[in-house]
C-alpha cells in the first residue's frame, strides 16, 4: 500500500459518509501481498507497473463495488490477475466481500465472441472510470489506463438485489443497463 495514500484520505465525493469511510477504512488496513505474490507464482503479473500502485488500483475497484453497488462494475486487465489471485483464496476472499459489500462478489469474464457482453463490458469499463475519478483524488493511469476494446477483460454485477445492506448507502441511481 502506498505510505501515504489511502482510499479513506483520497476519498473526495462530497457524499461519502461514515459507513463508507468505516468500510474504505477496512479495505485499506487488508494485506494484498499474499494475493499479489500468488499473482505472480502464476505466472499473472507483474506488469511494468510497481506492486503497490496495483494492490490499491484493486482496493478502488473494491471501494467502487461498495460505493456504486446498484451498478455493475468492469476492471483494467493490469488488476485482474490480482482479482484472481484473491479470489484463490476463497474463504478470505468471501469474507473480505462481506464485510466490504455484504455478500460474496462474483466475477464474470468476458468472453471476446459475444458481442452483446463486449459492448456492456465497454460501457461498464468506461463509467467504472467515470465513477473513480469522481470518487477518489488518485486514479492512477497505469493501473486504470483508457483501454481498447481487445483489453476488455471482465466484471462483477451489481443490482438492487445485490448487496442490499449497501442500498441505502448508494452514492449513485441504479442504471438499468448497469445492474445486471
Known amino acids: 500500500m502506498h505510505p501515504i495514500l489511502t482510499l479513506a484520505s483520497s ?21 494484498f501481498s499474499r494475493y499479489f505474490a500468488k499473482a505472480v507464482e502464476l505466472g499473472l503479473g507483474p506488469h511494468d507497473v510497481d506492486g503497490e500502485a496495483i494492490v490499491f488500483g484493486l482496493k478502488q475497484y473494491y471501494a467502487i463495488a461498495m460505493l456504486d453497488p446498484a ?20 474463504e478470505e476472499y468471501e469474507a473480505f ?27 461498464l469499463y468506461d463509467y467504472t472510470l467515470r465513477r473513480l475519478r469522481e470518487c477518489f483524488r488518485n486514479v492512477d493511469e497505469r493501473v486504470w ?12 454485477k451489481g443490482n438492487q438485489d445485490t448487496y442490499t445492506a449497501l442500498q441505502e448507502y448508494r452514492l449513485y441511481a441504479p442504471v438499468p443497463a448497469l445492474a445486471t
Open 11 to 31: 476519498a473526495i465525493h462530497p457524499n461519502i459518509g461514515p459507513e463508507h469511510r468505516k468500510r474504505l477504512l477496512y479495505i485499506d488496513q487488508c494485506d
Open 71 to 90: 451498478n455493475g462494475h468492469a476492471i483494467s486487465d493490469v488488476l485482474d490477475p490480482l482479482w484472481h489471485a484473491h479470489m484463490l483464496f476463497s
Open 97 to 123: 466481500c462481506n464485510k466490504v459489500v455484504g455478500q460474496y462478489m462474483h466475477h464474470a469474464p468476458l468472453r471476446k465472441d459475444d458481442t452483446v457482453m463486449l459492448r456492456r463490458v465497454r460501457v
Open 145 to 156: 489506463p483508457t483501454l481498447p476494446d481487445e483489453r476488455l477483460i471482465c466484471l462483477h
